[in-house]
């Protein structure tokens, strides 16, 4: 397992908390939360294991960063009205983490059980790890962007996400569908903080998540090979 990323991560929210407290005139950096709540999202009823099978398990592996980024832990950015960027990172959970996490909680929710996977996988069918899971969901994180433009008056939010989503027959070692799934949300604030930018991350990452499974090809091919 590759350290590099959980220790430059972990690096990121000391500085800055450094830097809060401090006192300085202004930040060298944000950090924000991602999570996503399964507690608030309603589970369609084609989505909700119904019960036929007790072998409902799903892997879910940590998804790749695939953005042509220098730095793929940076988030987003904030630009103040003299056009100076400011970089936004995630705190405490890495964006390809957090993304696995969501998908997990939603699957729990619709009754399926999760099994931890720590491999990683790169998408390719020779390439797939082994478990005793029947469906594995992996995939790209294609582009995350958290934008906040200060104004005079307002502060503007443009907050969007691209997953590329790959589910596969875990046991025959089969790729079964790909797709892929944008979302963007948007907002006029008067106030400026980093608990809103972790709200724009944590709209962003459900919208994402809960678009992916209106897709009613994702939950039937999960079923389809649930049933056999």
Not at 10 to 39: H, K
Not at 86 to 111: D, M, S
Not at 127 to 139: D, N, S, T, V
């Amino acid at each position: 397992m590759n350290l590099k990323p959980i220790y430059r991560l972990f690096a990121v929210v000391m500085i800055s908390s450094v830097f809060c407290l401090s006192g300085c005139a202004g930040p060298r950096l944000y950090s924000v939360g991602m999570y996503y709540d399964a507690e608030q999202s309603v589970i369609p009823a084609y989505v909700k294991n119904d019960g036929q099978t007790s072998d409902a398990v799903v892997a879910v592996s940590e998804f790749a960063d695939t953005r042509q980024i220098d730095d793929p832990l940076v988030i987003g950015r904030v630009i103040q009205n003299s056009g100076e960027k400011t970089l936004v990172f995630p705190r405490n959970v890495r964006a390809t983490r957090a993304v696995a996490n969501g998908i997990k909680q939603y699957l729990k929710k619709a009754g399926y059980e999760i099994t931890e996977i720590n491999e990683p996988w790169n998408l390719k069918e020779d390439k797939m790890p082994m478990g005793k899971a029947k469906i594995l969901i992996g995939g790209n994180i294609e582009e995350l962007e958290i934008i906040c433009r200060k104004g005079k008056l307002t502060n503007s939010y443009d907050t969007t996400m691209t997953l590329a989503v790959v589910i596969a027959d875990m046991g025959q070692g089969r790729i079964l569908y790909k797709t892929r799934v944008k979302s963007s949300y948007s907002r006029e604030h008067v106030l400026f903080s980093e608990n809103i930018l972790g709200q724009q991350a944590d709209k962003v990452l459900s919208d994402t998540i809960e678009k992916l499974f209106e897709d009613q090809k994702v939950a039937q091919t999960i079923k389809d090979v649930m049933a056999r």
